[in-house]
């Protein structure tokens, strides 16, 4: 701020400050900072917030807080941002608030699209976003479920929880579907419960459950409804919709808590291996790794 | 909500209208994907080049080939190819000239807001309410012939009532229309690709068969008749009347800011768009004078090419053209709704229309004042049943801004602002602009004199709301 501000530049400030701070966007390093970036959508405009359960799974994360307003097709998006735009920053900014309380860096972006999942991508892509949080409503977080699928996504996804769940008393079930292959359920979870506990999660609070199923949406989504919250990967390596996978963006979509989406990596970072795919049938099978 | 800080310390000293309000300028960055405005909010860009095109092509073909093909046949024979031929190269000369304005301003508006910014602000005032009132005459137009083709059904399956239930039809649907717009959530773009699609598929069909029919590859051999039976007069004529089927190319700048990769996909969808409705309105007057003589095409109206249809393909051939021709008409009618709206909100967010035309309800999240502005005029419209009076007014008001286009671009290539950096260069410049707003001016000379008088009436209305509302606005070089 220069040393006579107008009127002009305070108001200019004080809104950048407010939805636009640029320090975590190009920020990588994990380490210094907490884990994330982590894409937060919320419906701004539909009163749609962040209630303490999503808070506390967030307290150590960078979180990208992204408010939007969906417009139907007749009406221009620069129409709608003329007229709430000014509501909408306001309401994101306690938003923002609430999950800087829990203790959570946060950065915010505004957007008004006809198109949610759009949007939503292109956010989650431009910034690099590890995982996306469907900010469902939950009003504590004392248990989360962790559904493994498979030795590739495994270090991510248990990476990620251990990272966000480190210290806090809150407790971690590493689940698995399986079908035949037992000793490959065994390693997966033996491995997430060593990447949790490397990450500082107290080994008093992880557990493991396995499961056999056949329909493993349906039996994720009602094992879900036992806890506060659940943690998976991303399945479907769809271009599309690369923000929800298929099998967790039904699991969202069920289940009445938040959902934290566990991003694939970027695609051009293994280029030469085969795309992997995770869907109904072959959810508690491990990718080939083990054959 | 009008008061924004983003105005800058020059907002003290900036011009205003009658009612205090300045128009809203922004500065904003244009990406590929999004607009990001200064402050950081951003407008996420969702019309790819197949919407554009979808935009384009289902605004225009309704007219073309549902409502004209027996009128102009009636007064130019088979010329009446060489009519929308016509039609085809002046809407050409416009569309490149308003490609490179667009990927220069990639902003929702479209003419307008080029004209606005590139001749000031009596012009575009002017502009800007011909074409929110152009696009309420050419709307009122679409739904006049899908009354026509509302009363057809009725007709070919029995119901008779004992008056011309055209008019009504069409007033009724206009209202559902407008209410649904203001109503619908849904996702209505989506439909429009899907409509637009299947008209392009069962006409491309009915073209190829009734083609192949009338060159003798099959069934019967066509009548010969003497190409330009009336004289040339009428095709020029008719080409002006005909000049209604080709206002969608434009609608496509009015999404400007809503397409993705602006500068790849809105000269595409523009020149495509002509091109391909261009093609389709030929080959249309190629088979329907193939088939009857082109005086009985006259008499034949509005639906002539369900006659066409039946002719070549019996009973089933007329409904499929039927219901193609309501889709069509509706997909029209609907489309230049909402590019009205968005005209609408263009010209309030510049200050040249209350601050209250833009507004948006959070129930149904749509522009209701917008839409109603546009909405209500159309209805009364329609209730007239004045196919021709309507279709040339329409035209009237977009040629006036097509050739305003023209001369704006020529005007911002002269003397270019420092922001102006098209990524589309009109080619043969100056010529082609020139030849442009030549044309575009001819063709108003080839209206009826009541078209004529109405358009300008109307413009005088857009004058005098200037000189009123306006005041001191400047919008010249200001994006």
Avoid at chain 2, 419 to 437: H, I, Q, V
Avoid at chain 2, 440 to 464: E, K, N, P, Q, Y
Wanted: hydrophobic share 45%; glycine share 10%; charged share 20%.
């Amino acid at each position: 701020m220069s040393d006579q501000p107008t009127d002009t530049d305070q108001s200019n400030d004080a809104r950048e400050d407010q939805s636009t701070g640029h320090e975590t966007a190009t920020d990588t390093d994990t380490d210094t900072s907490g884990p994330g970036p982590i894409l937060v959508p919320v419906r701004v405009l539909e009163g749609q917030s962040v209630e303490p359960g999503v808070a506390t799974l967030l307290s150590r994360a960078r979180v990208l807080l992204l408010g939007y307003h969906e417009v139907p097709d007749q009406t221009p998006p620069g129409q709608a941002r003329f007229q709430f735009e000014d509501r909408a920053t306001e309401r994101l900014a306690d938003v923002a608030g609430e999950l800087e309380v829990a203790g959570a860096t946060v950065e915010t972006r505004l957007v008004f699209t006809h198109n949610r999942e759009q949007s939503l991508n292109r956010v989650a892509e431009e910034t690099g976003c590890v995982g996306t949080v469907i900010p469902n409503p939950a009003m504590r977080l004392e248990d989360v479920l962790v559904p493994l699928r498979s030795e590739r996504s495994l270090e991510r996804v248990a990476g990620l929880t251990g990272d966000l769940l480190a210290g806090l008393d809150v407790g971690v079930t590493l689940y698995r579907l399986e079908r035949e292959d037992e000793e490959t359920s065994g390693r997966v979870l033996e491995r997430a419960r060593e990447l949790l506990e490397a990450r500082g999660v107290d080994p008093d609070l992880i557990e493991t459950r396995v499961d056999t199923s056949l329909t493993p949406v349906r039996t994720i989504v009602n094992t879900a409804s036992e806890y506060d919250a659940v943690v998976m990967g991303e399945s479907d390596p769809s271009v599309t919709t690369f923000v929800f996978g298929e099998t967790a963006a039904e699991v969202a979509e069920r289940f009445h808590g938040p959902v934290l989406v566990v991003r694939r990596q970027s695609h051009d970072e293994r280029p030469d291996e085969p795309t992997y795919a995770v869907d109904r049938e072959t959810l508690s099978e491990t990718d080939g790794l083990g054959s | 909500m009008g008061d924004r800080s983003t105005d800058g310390e020059t907002a003290s000293t900036e011009p205003t209208n009658v009612e205090g309000d300045r128009p809203i300028i922004e500065e904003t960055t244009a990406t590929e994907a999004a607009t990001v405005h200064e402050e950081g909010t951003e407008l996420e860009r969702t019309i790819g080049l197949v919407g554009g095109l979808s935009i384009g092509v289902g605004t225009m073909i309704g007219a073309g080939i549902f409502v004209f093909p027996g009128l102009a046949a009636g007064e130019a024979g088979p010329a009446a190819m060489g009519s929308f031929a016509i039609g085809a190269v002046i809407a050409l000369l416009v569309a490149l000239p308003a490609s490179e304005l667009a990927t220069a301003m990639p902003r929702s508006g479209g003419g307008y807001y080029f004209i606005s910014r590139g001749l000031g602000t009596v012009y575009g005032t002017i502009v800007g309410l011909g074409l929110w009132l152009g696009l309420v005459f050419a709307s009122a137009f679409y739904l006049v012939g899908f009354g026509h083709y509302a009363a057809a059904v009725l007709l070919e399956v029995g119901i008779s009532v004992p008056f011309n239930p055209a008019a009504p039809l069409g007033v009724l649907f206009g209202v559902g229309l407008a209410v649904l717009s203001v109503t619908g959530t849904e996702r209505t773009a989506a439909i429009q690709n899907v409509v637009v699609a299947l008209l392009l598929g069962i006409l491309t069909l009915f073209l190829v068969y009734g083609g192949l029919d009338s060159v003798g590859v099959f069934g019967t051999e066509s009548t010969p008749e003497r190409f330009a039976p009336f004289g040339w007069l009428p095709v020029l004529q008719t080409a002006a009347l005909v000049f209604t089927s080709y206002l969608g190319f434009a609608q496509v700048a009015t999404v400007a800011g809503e397409i993705k990769q602006p500068s790849r996909n809105l000269p595409l969808a523009m020149v495509g768009s002509v091109v391909l409705v261009g093609a389709f309105y030929v080959a249309t007057i190629f088979v329907a004078t193939s088939a009857f003589p082109s005086a009985e095409l006259g008499t034949f109206g509005e639906t002539a090419i369900v006659e066409v249809a039946r002719a070549y393909a019996g009973p089933l051939g007329a409904v499929a053209i039927l219901l193609a021709g309501l889709l069509a008409t509706i997909s029209s009618a609907n489309a230049s709704i909402l590019s009205s709206s968005r005209a609408v909100y263009a010209l309030s967010k510049d200050a040249l229309l209350p601050r209250e035309a833009s507004a948006v309800n959070l129930r149904w999240g749509t522009p209701h004042v917008a839409l109603g502005l546009a909405g209500v005029p159309i209805v009364v419209l329609t209730a007239t049943d004045a196919v021709v009076l309507l279709a040339e007014v329409a035209s009237f008001l977009h040629l006036v801004m097509y050739g305003l286009i023209c001369v704006a671009l020529i005007a911002l290539r002269r003397n270019p602002p420092d922001w102006y950096d098209p990524d589309f260069r009109t080619p043969a410049y100056p010529a082609l602009p020139a030849a442009g707003a030549l044309a575009s001016f001819g063709l108003i000379a080839f209206m009826d004199l009541a078209s004529i008088v109405v358009g300008v009436g109307v413009i005088a209305v857009t004058f005098a709301w200037y000189l009123y509302y306006t005041d001191d606005v400047e919008l010249k070089g200001k994006l």
